[in-house]
């Protein structure tokens, strides 16, 4: 867009506005908070990283223990078809 002499764009930052923008940066949070500052948001852009490039964690296993599986004392379970044919059989 074109406005008088001045054409305004739109686009990546140059240096000269990078600069600028690290010294706004450097009086609001001070040195001492640039480190944690910087940590937080390399971990921020790895984990987007691994949520948007479809990286899945490591598998599960959710399969029952083997003890569970020999258990003795556990009652079997009663699904609605069994109980509906105990009842119309009693």
């Known amino acids: ?3 008088g002499e001045t054409i305004l764009r739109a686009g990546t930052p140059g240096p000269w ?3 600028l923008i690290l010294l ?3 009086l609001i949070f ?3 908070k640039l480190p944690q500052i910087g940590d937080a948001l390399g971990r921020g852009i790895r984990n987007f ?3 948007s490039g479809g990286k899945k964690d490591d598998p599960v296993d959710v399969t029952p ?3 569970a599986l020999e258990d ?3 009652k079997p379970v009663k699904t609605v078809e069994v109980e509906a044919k105990e009842q119309q059989g009693a």
């Open 17 to 19: 506005e990078l600069i």
């Open 72 to 74: 003795k004392d556990a």
């Open 30 to 32: 001070g040195a001492g």
């Open 65 to 67: 223990k083997a003890k």
């Open 24 to 26: 706004i940066v450097l």
């Open 49 to 51: 990283k691994n949520a």
């Open 1 to 3: 867009m074109v406005i």
